[in-house]
């Protein structure tokens, strides 16, 4: 199956043939990536869940545990995004909150119910709308830049107070990665194809 | 000449790729998602300079000033970006410094003159090395969110070291200007379109053919 496409860097006008799981198409005058074989239906589905999962274990178990002199200080996504509004700090906690809570949930939300009608044959109420807000979402959503702070933050102290290990830790690693996943495998073209199924 | 959408008459829906028909001036509902769908026209460069020229003029405090203030044993010290990479170095803790380097303040200059000399290229249609260009804004566009590390590890800093008088964090005036920074510089990348400069590159070739 062959398929117009325009590039979007330089809008040079493209034919694209059918892409399996996991292939690329570029684009020959700027290196664009152009389409990507993307990941089915039920695939994104069983990532959405698996998603929202650990999107709630993220928030309330610790990401970091410390010991400073015997006293032990753990910290949750929830509670790093609010320690700033101690100090009046609303904007940057705000901040703080939308790219490692907020975001992530709209971004979980609006994909659960971009698929869920879908797999009763029937297309999602204000599927356009719902798209829309997704993708102006998806670049609010920071995981893996909270991650590399999570790192720093962790050698930075390592002078002052011990780091406990803790395996709740790897809650928050494994909704980073979904998330990732879901970024790289969401294909707009799969995803209006089985809309266009059901209409 | 090259064969671009815009010259068959087709315009990419920018939410979900579909090519649609539009004539001049109209804007039409994309027939996949329902987006409003416009040829583009002019560069519209005014609103990209405004956002990264706010974005130059925050760099400023957002080095000067501090980004936080530690508190330990009554002690205070203050530290500002650049203070803060130093402070690695001092202490041999290189591979953390270059990270902190990179993040803080190599990425958020690399944007500044990467998105300015794309905009007067446009303005001024210098049409020299366009597929670099483009890949420069393509990278750009990538590496844009890693600035927030430093906003990140200040409100980790902040939540974690509260043991009373024994140590505190305090957030610092530079880190709201650096928030800002970081903030302006991606919508500035957003908000400037490749496509412009591919678009006034082809009709210098145009005009130089006629
Ligand atoms: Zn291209
Ligand atoms: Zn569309």
Redesign the pocket.
């Known amino acids: 199956m062959v398929k117009m496409k325009a590039?979007?860097?330089?809008?040079?006008l493209l034919e694209v043939g059918h892409l399996r799981e996991g292939e690329r198409a570029l684009?020959?005058?700027?290196?664009?990536v152009?389409v990507r074989g993307g990941r089915s239906i039920d695939a994104m589905f069983a990532l959405t869940v698996s998603g929202l999962i650990l999107w709630l274990a993220s928030l309330i178990l610790p990401v970091l545990v410390i010991d400073f002199n015997g006293t032990q200080q753990a910290l949750s996504l929830w509670q790093t995004a609010f320690a700033m509004l101690d100090q009046d700090e609303w904007l940057l906690a705000l901040l703080v909150a939308m790219t490692t809570i907020v975001a992530p949930l709209i971004y979980l939300g609006a994909m659960l119910w971009l698929l869920l009608p879908l797999r009763f044959g029937r297309v999602p109420v204000l599927v356009g709308w719902v798209f829309r807000l997704f993708y102006a979402n998806q670049g609010w959503v920071m995981l893996e830049v909270f991650f590399l702070s999570l790192l720093v933050t962790a050698v930075k102290l390592t002078d002052m107070a011990q780091l406990l290990p803790d395996w709740s830790l790897l809650a928050f690693i494994a909704f980073m990665l979904v998330m990732s996943a879901m970024r790289l495998l969401f294909d707009a073209d799969v995803y209006w194809r089985a809309v266009h199924q059901c209409r | 000449m090259s064969i671009t959408a815009l010259s068959q008459g087709l315009v990419a829906c920018e939410h979900c790729s579909q090519l649609n028909y539009v004539h001049t001036d109209d804007v039409v509902a994309c027939g996949r998602c329902g987006s409003a769908v416009q040829r583009r026209s002019l560069p519209r460069l005014g609103r990209v300079w405004a956002l990264l020229f706010s974005a130059v003029v925050l760099y400023i405090p957002a080095n000067l000033l501090p980004v936080m203030t530690v508190v330990s044993l009554g002690k205070e010290s203050s530290n500002t970006l650049i203070g803060g990479v130093v402070h690695f170095v001092q202490t041999d803790a290189w591979l953390l410094a270059l990270v902190v380097f990179v993040a803080s303040i190599l990425v958020p200059l690399l944007k500044m003159l990467v998105l300015s000399s794309l905009l007067f290229s446009v303005h001024f249609r210098w049409c020299a090395r366009l597929r670099d260009k483009?890949r420069l804004y393509r990278l750009v566009e990538f590496i844009g969110k890693w600035s927030m590390v430093d906003i990140f590890v200040i409100a980790l800093l902040v939540a974690l070291v509260q043991f009373g008088e024994f140590a505190s964090v305090q957030v610092g005036a530079g880190s709201l200007s650096f928030a800002a920074v970081v903030l302006l510089t991606l919508w500035a990348t957003a908000d400037f379109d490749m496509r412009w400069l591919w678009d006034v590159c082809e009709e210098k070739e145009g005009d130089a053919n006629v």
């Open positions: 590039c979007p860097d330089c809008d040079l684009c020959p005058r700027c290196d664009a152009l | 483009t």
